[in-house]
């Protein structure tokens, strides 16, 4: 064969290589986009399903906020203290090797 009739057989299974992989990954495309159109419809029957108990937790959501009070002095005093005590514990298991040393940031 000439080298001219070797470039063309090349190029023609070449081009038939390539087409016949964009036809594999048009193939695998589309169907990931049934897949996907099926799984958006069974979302959206499962979200039609789930309207009444999402009312039922937005009332109780709403009720858990309206009980809700204003910090006190003591809930500040004892947020520091739990944070006081939590270093002093961190401290403590980093000097027994159960955690890492903290680092200073200076």
Do not use: C, Y
């Not at 204003?70 to 002093?88: C, E, F, K, L, Y």
Request: hydrophobic share 50%; proline share 3%.
């Amino acid at each position: 064969m000439e080298l001219i009739e070797l470039s063309v057989l090349f190029s023609l299974i070449t081009t038939v290589f390539i087409m016949s992989f964009l036809g594999v990954i048009w193939f695998r495309i589309s169907k990931f986009e049934a897949e996907l159109s099926r799984s958006a419809t069974q979302i959206k029957l499962d979200a039609e399903m789930m309207s009444p108990f999402m009312d039922e937790i937005e009332a109780r959501i709403l009720e858990t906020i309206g009980e809700m009070r204003q910090p006190t002095a003591i809930d500040h005093i004892a947020g520091v203290w739990s944070n006081i005590m939590m270093m002093r514990e961190q401290v403590k298991m980093a000097k027994a090797g159960l955690i890492a040393p903290q680092e200073n940031d200076s």
